[in-house]
């Protein structure tokens, strides 16, 4: 009860309290471009509306504001305040005006701030617990060049807390390379710690570009208030690096095919088998891989390949990739086929060339693959086209006048021979079956299993490549009254794109050394069509012997 009187004791004595003026103040002034100042703004009472702060982001970086209020009783005179604080840095060296700020129809007095130019070394001077670095491997780049942007942070001390803005300027393709890297360095005879984040930056069209400095925003803990007392109080911190102007080039005229630009590129295949020597209609693989560096992994071109003729290419879809190693983007670019041969003797695969602009020597390079020799030997279980038979006139005796000619002879003779051709033809026609009675004696007689569809949807759907082969074996025996000695030969029967490509990749699956994945949806597909092309797939199929 007595605390409650007490209470009320003190409110009624207190003066009533009022809002009257509003105080601004900078910390430093002139101001260096590149350093932070401390703009504080003070109400002589607690005040619910702050003032708008948007005025100064035409001419400064604002960071804040921070709101504070305080209590205070000295020799029973009690006082409030409300303060906002701001942390500010200059976007230019110049004259600049920080206008009055209004609250409550209480206005505070404008400043008049002169921002003058200063080095680096003097930014470290003046702020020596923390400073930024920018740098750019090169400044003169071409188009699509490459460069390596990077941003080092220095500071001494506990940085509690920090921000860092990301580099972006229209027309530059700026992406963060790695994570960042903690390290050490002496600066003016005095240890620094260091933070280094690495980007890769790569100019989209050319001419002038200026890439401001990334700007640090953060907390370290206040020397002077206890360091390392645990309770230790922390201060706001603020620096930018320097600005970095880039020319960019546009691509020479002279450079042929797609342009690359890259410290070095390179070809190199892998066959599987490794082997010299094809098989006809026996599928091998072949890889050819792109390795640049200082390329991103978009940037590096398609490769151009053309197959001789007797020669089938089956291509996979390229797949690219890229890693850092050592502060050094390196990308690469993988091209896998099935290479099938369907003639036999000498095979020549071309040579493959891709050019390239090197960045040190500034010229037009090449990667090269030299032609590649194989020999594709006879596969003996595929059909061979046999050379038509050359036909030699016998040579004519001369006619003399005193050769005789025997009519009689050659009358008689020509008679026996009608006579015997037209016996056979009376005798084929008299003992020949009907076409029912041959189909029905084929199928009687071949002791076929019926060929389920069911079985092969199953393999397909399984993705059971053996499964499927057998079927289709099964449904050629039944089809054509003899089994085919192989997918080739079957394909070579049926005569249709689509249904030979997939038994193409069946037998790619079968037969090579490293087993792939086999989707058997399209090969069931492609079979359903063939099967029902004229109300059932016996009937769509072209004759074993056409005409």
């Known amino acids: 009860m007595v605390k409650q009187w007490l209470c009320l004791f003190l409110i009624a004595s207190s003066p009533v309290w009022a809002f009257t003026e509003l105080k601004v103040s900078l910390d430093k002034n002139p101001l260096l471009l590149g350093e932070t100042a401390v703009l504080e703004l003070v109400a002589d009472d607690q005040v619910a509306h702050q003032p708008d702060f948007s005025v100064l982001d035409k001419d400064f970086i604002v960071q804040g504001p921070s709101l504070g209020q305080q209590m205070q009783i000295v020799n029973g005179q009690a006082s409030r305040t409300t303060s906002w604080r701001l942390l500010l840095k200059a976007k230019q060296s110049g004259t600049f005006t920080i206008p009055a700020f209004e609250i409550e129809g209480i206005s505070s007095s404008p400043i008049e701030v002169e921002v003058v130019k200063g080095s680096a070394q003097t930014q470290s001077t003046n702020d020596a617990q923390l400073f930024l670095q920018s740098s750019l491997d090169s400044t003169q780049l071409y188009v699509q060049q490459l460069a390596y942007l990077e941003v080092k942070i220095f500071f001494q001390g506990d940085l509690q807390r920090g921000s860092l803005s990301e580099p972006k300027v229209d027309g530059l393709s700026i992406?963060?390379?790695?994570?960042?890297?903690?390290?050490?360095?002496?600066?003016?005879?005095?240890?620094?710690?260091?933070?280094?984040?690495?980007?890769?930056?790569?100019?989209?069209?050319?001419?002038?570009?200026?890439?401001?400095?990334?700007?640090?925003?953060?907390?370290?803990?206040?020397?002077?208030?206890?360091?390392?007392?645990?309770?230790?109080?922390?201060?706001?911190?603020?620096?930018?690096?320097?600005?970095?102007?880039?020319?960019?080039?546009?691509?020479?005229?002279?450079?042929?095919?797609?342009?690359?630009?890259?410290?070095?590129?390179?070809?190199?295949?892998?066959?599987?088998?490794?082997?010299?020597?094809?098989?006809?209609?026996?599928?091998?693989?072949?890889?050819?891989?792109?390795?640049?560096?200082?390329?991103?992994?978009?940037?590096?071109?398609?490769?151009?390949?053309?197959?001789?003729?007797?020669?089938?290419?089956?291509?996979?879809?390229?797949?690219?990739?890229?890693?850092?190693?050592?502060?050094?983007?390196?990308?690469?670019?993988?091209?896998?086929?099935?290479?099938?041969?369907?003639?036999?003797?000498?095979?020549?695969?071309?040579?493959v060339k891709l050019p390239?602009?090197?960045?040190?020597?500034?010229?037009?390079?090449?990667?090269?693959?030299?032609?590649?020799?194989?020999?594709?030997?006879?596969?003996?279980?595929?059909?061979?086209?046999?050379?038509?038979?050359?036909?030699?006139?016998?040579?004519?005796?001369?006619?003399?006048?005193?050769?005789?000619?025997?009519?009689?002879?050659?009358?008689?003779?020509?008679?026996?021979?009608?006579?015997?051709?037209?016996?056979?033809v009376v005798l084929l026609l008299w003992f020949r079956p009907t076409k029912a009675v041959v189909e029905k004696a084929v199928v009687r007689g071949s002791g076929v299993a019926k060929a389920n569809p069911k079985k092969l949807q199953r393999a397909c759907h399984d993705n059971d490549a053996t499964a499927a082969r057998q079927w289709l074996m099964l449904w050629a025996e039944q089809q054509f009254g003899r089994p085919p000695a192989s997918l080739t030969e079957l394909a070579s029967w049926c005569k249709d794109a689509a249904f030979s490509e997939q038994l193409q990749l069946l037998n790619q699956q079968l037969y090579q050394k490293e087993q792939q994945s086999w989707q058997g949806k399209a090969l069931w597909i492609c079979w359903s069509e063939l099967s029902v092309q004229k109300a059932g797939y016996k009937s769509a199929l072209p004759e074993l012997y056409p005409e």
């Open 175 to 351: 992406e963060q390379l790695g994570k960042d890297k903690e390290g050490s360095e002496l600066v003016n005879g005095e240890r620094y710690r260091t933070f280094t984040r690495q980007y890769r930056l790569i100019p989209e069209r050319s001419g002038t570009f200026v890439l401001p400095g990334s700007t640090l925003s953060g907390e370290m803990l206040d020397r002077n208030s206890g360091r390392y007392d645990y309770f230790a109080q922390t201060k706001p911190v603020n620096a930018t690096a320097n600005d970095i102007t880039i020319e960019v080039a546009a691509k020479p005229d002279n450079f042929p095919g797609d342009w690359l630009i890259a410290d070095l590129v390179s070809l190199n295949e892998e066959w599987s088998p490794a082997t010299d020597q094809l098989t006809q209609g026996e599928p091998v693989t072949r890889t050819i891989t792109i390795t640049a560096l200082d390329v991103a992994e978009h940037q590096l071109p398609d490769l151009i390949l053309d197959a001789p003729e007797g020669v089938k290419l089956y291509k996979e879809q390229p797949h690219a990739k890229q890693a850092e190693r050592n502060g050094t983007l390196v990308s690469q670019k993988v091209f896998s086929m099935a290479v099938v041969a369907n003639k036999a003797g000498e095979l020549v695969l071309p040579e």
């Open 356 to 424: 390239w602009w090197n960045k040190k020597t500034n010229s037009v390079q090449y990667a090269t693959l030299p032609e590649k020799r194989l020999t594709v030997q006879i596969n003996p279980e595929l059909p061979q086209q046999s050379a038509a038979p050359m036909v030699v006139p016998t040579k004519q005796a001369p006619l003399t006048e005193t050769a005789e000619v025997n009519p009689w002879q050659w009358n008689y003779t020509s008679s026996v021979i009608s006579l015997l051709w037209l016996s056979s």
